[in-house]
């Protein structure tokens, strides 16, 4: 039995982690996904999968693909594709994207606008 049972998080060999005790002061811009449990206090731009966990804090705007938001985020979203607030979820932003999904017991504070992803 392992004893970080806990702490074990699964990444594929692309994925960019941020854990719960890193702090990131500035921008982030990467092409691949993101899984993020720290804090980051910055924008995040390009990524094509954001995942905020639970613990994590970002004070900064956020321009991905898609995005799930299980943790607090201070700024506003972009996502081509798909947002889903979980239930753990806070936002206080304004958010776009082509899909939105907010969970019950969700928190968020802003405007939204659903408009389609461009066709390429």
Do not use: H, W
Request: charged letters at 25%.
């Amino acid at each position: 039995m392992p004893i970080f049972k806990d702490k074990i998080v699964e990444l594929n060999v692309s994925d960019t982690y941020i854990s719960a005790d890193v702090v990131v002061k500035g921008d982030i811009t990467l092409k691949s996904p993101i899984r993020i449990d720290g804090c980051v206090n910055g924008n995040i731009s390009e990524a094509k999968f954001v995942l905020v966990g639970k613990t994590a804090k970002i004070s900064g705007n956020i321009s991905c693909a898609k995005c799930k938001i299980e943790g607090e985020v201070r700024g506003n979203i972009y996502a081509l594709e798909s947002v889903q607030i979980a239930e753990t979820g806070v936002l206080n932003g304004d958010l776009k994207s082509a899909s939105i999904s907010i969970e019950q017991g969700a928190k968020f504070n802003g405007k939204c606008l659903t408009e389609s992803s461009p066709v390429k």
